[in-house]
Structures are given as structure tokens and as C-alpha cells.
């Protein structure tokens, strides 16, 4: 089940960040900041009432932009986000009333279809509101609440109607029956395209699926490989000085996309090569354990020698260390050159993050690793591993009980992991070490 999307947004200074940062701020069950973006931090994950769920920071709309540049970039964001949401919290300011900005911003939110929790930001009341808060429900929007970001007023109450309106949690059970690949990249990767190649070339799409979001369509496909749910997120095309802003909300739906997938197709643009952009996204399909395929598009437009392929596939290494495990496949989404091969690629993947050892198998595999190569040592005490155990796939994660996990070293759990994929695959997929103390033993 993807994790719903929550957009905040509002006119300017009604305190949209304030009650972002506050939430942030105050860690009520936040999970992390999804790593790798290191410029404005426009969304966090976090969870409220045992729901996961993605919080998107905005900048403000103003109904009538004009030719301001900047005005511009902010309504942009705030449209994106929108269609991003599965909820939107509408921001307002009790100390300014309703506004006509307001009500417009009101009419565009009723048009977008989304659910939509008004929040009247600066009602520092305990109690019973004043007349001029029940004016809000003048904009025709259903769900009214009084909060103050600054104060910590009324905040579980309107986190409560946000996340009632959530899709069900188990709404995507039985999906497993396909395999949900998310083609992810920059903009103008030629995600759309190879979507399009994949689908139109097996001349076997069965239906189109709704996405969660607006900016994604799935597509059903079958064929000789298997039943597999193409998830192909919608690329907005860089322009002027809104190229930052398109770039920071294409984390955000490839966060999304990752979050529903099986596998994921990381499309990277042979032309402009590994960038920190791509990288970022990759780390996304990484940190959350997805079987993975890197895929060079647009290679009929890159002019060839001998060992251009290899010269590519070694920067793609580099560029990606953390991600040396996954295959890497040439193509042309434009010509079908080399399109056919991703289908096998994406079912060995797949298989491969579902694949479970037993733990007899995995235990005669550690006894040898460490015969080859002793565990590590502090102060004349060793690393003793006195057995292990798979405890789940999608990724596969191994658990290792030891004597004093302080005495293990990343080196040496590399050497676990090198030798786990040497003994059985593992291709394309992340793998997890978990070290735990076993409980009563005396080193």
C-alpha cells in the first residue's frame, strides 16, 4: 500500500511552514527526511494513528500572478502538489479573515476533486471560537478545524480528520497477483516513452488502472514473462526559472512510485549521463529495498567506438556505487532497440527479492565464509556469529546473532554480503544484514 500524500497549501503567510516545521519540529512519529535531497526540504515522511504518510510543504498561491516570476513558481508548486495529494490542508488565517484569494483558492481545490480539510491557522483560543472563525465555512468545503501552528493548539484533532480521510489501508491487497514496476528518472528521461514502447509493443494491454495520484498511470500488461502493472510517473519538462521547482516535486512522485512498487526501472539519460539528480533517485529505490534495473536510454543517439558500452556502464558504477548489484541495460525507447531484453530483467529481479534461504543453507554458507576469512577482533576478542536466519524478502534481510555486535565492522558484513550473492545471485536486489546480541550468551 502506497503511503497517502498530504499537500499544505494556502495563500502567503497563513503559516503553512510554520505548522510543517512545527510538526517536523516536534517529531510526533516522524520516521525520517528521505534522504538525498539536499536542497529546500519541501516533504517529510511521517505517521500519525499508525498511518504512514507523505507531508508536502508549499509555497503560497496567489489567485492573479500577473507577470511576477515568482509568483508564478509558487503557484506552479502548489498546482503540482495538488495533483500530487491524496488529501489537501488548506491553510487560512483567523487574524485575516476570509479573503478573496481565499475563495478562489477555495473554487480550485473543489475543482482538483481532492479531499479537503480547511485549517484556520492563528485561532489561539481554547474553547469556543469567535463569530469571525465560522466564516470559513462560507468557502463550501466541508471540514472546517481551528488550529495555532505557534501555539500547538488543535493539532491531533486536525491530523485525526486528515488521516480519517485516507484511503482504506488494505485497498491494495491482492495486487500481488502482478508485478508493480515503477519506471523512475529525471524529467525528460523518456519515461513516458519507454512506458508507451513497453505497453504498445506487446499489443497486450488489458486495462488502464486509475494511479493514485494524477500524475501517474498504470498500465496492465501480460505476456510471455508474466502480469506486470507499469508504473510510469507523469515528467514535468524544465522551463526557465522553474526548473528547480519541477525538479524538487519529481522527487516527491518518484518517492511515491518507488513506495508502490516491486521493481524498479531507474532511466537515466545517455546524453547527460549520471547526474546528482539521478543518483538521488536512485538512493530512493535503494534506501526502500527495491529490486532494481538500470536502464541507459536514448544510446542510438550516442555516438560509438570501441568500448563506449563498457566506458558507460563503469561511469554508471561509479556515479551509483551503492548500487553495484544492479543490472544495467542499454536501450532506445524511441527505436525498440534492446526494449525486449527489460522484461527478463525485471522477472530476475524480481524473483530474486523474493528468494528465501533456508536456514540450514544459510548457515553452512556463513560457517564457510568465516573459515575463509576470520570474523574481526577488538582487544583480543572476537566477532562470533553463532547463527543466522532469513526473516523476510522484498528485500531479503538475514538476521545474525552474535556474541557483541560493537565487534562487527561494515567491511566484514560486505564480505557477508559479497559472499551471499556469490553463493546464490541475488542480482539486482539490496540485501540486509541484521546483527543482534544473543540474549544469556557470555563471549
Known sequence: MSKPVVAIVGRPNVGKSSL??????????????????????????????????????????????????????????????????????????????????DEEIAIMLRKAGRPVVVCVNKSDYVGEQPP??????????????????AHKLGLGEMLDLVVSKFPPADENEGAEE????????????????????????????????AGTTRDTIDSLIENEYGSFTIVDTAGMRKKGKIEDVIERYSMVRALAAVDRADVCVILVDAEAGVTEQDARIAGLAHDNGKASVIVINKWDLIEKQTGTLETMEKIV???????????????????????DKLFALIKMVYENSRKRLTTSVLNKMISEAV?????????????KIYYGTQVSVQPPTFALFVNDKELSHFSYERYLENQLRRNFGFEGVPLRLLLRNKNGEED
Open 317 to 339: 558504477k561509479d556515479r551509483l556505487p551503492f548500487m553495484d548489484y544492479a543490472p544495467v541495460l542499454f536501450i532506445s525507447a524511441k527505436t525498440g532497440q534492446r526494449v
Open 371 to 383: 573459515t575463509q576469512v576470520p570474523t574481526p577482533q577488538d582487544k583480543g576478542r572476537h566477532l
Open 132 to 149: 469571525e472563525f465560522y466564516e470559513f465555512y462560507n468557502l463550501g468545503l466541508e471540514d472546517v478545524c481551528a488550529i495555532s501552528a
Open 178 to 209: 502482478t508485478i508493480r514496476v515503477a519506471i523512475i528518472g529525471r524529467p525528460n528521461a523518456g519515461k513516458s516513452s519507454l512506458s508507451n514502447r513497453l505497453a504498445g509493443a506487446e499489443r497486450s494491454i488489458v486495462s488502464d488502472i
Open 20 to 101: 510543517f516545521n512545527t510538526i517536523y519540529g516536534e517529531r510526533i512519529s516522524i520516521v525520517h527526511d528521505t534522504p538525498g535531497v539536499t536542497r529546500d526540504r519541501i516533504y517529510a515522511e511521517t505517521s500519525w494513528c499508525g498511518r504512514d504518510f507523505i507531508m508536502i510543504d508549499t509555497g503560497g498561491i496567489e489567485p492573479d500572478t500577473g507577470d511576477d516570476i515568482i509568483l508564478q513558481q509558487m503557484r506552479i508548486q502548489a498546482e503540482i502538489a495538488i495533483e500530487t495529494a491524496d488529501v489537501i490542508l488548506f491553510m487560512c488565517d483567523l487574524k485575516s479573515g476570509l479573503t478573496a484569494a
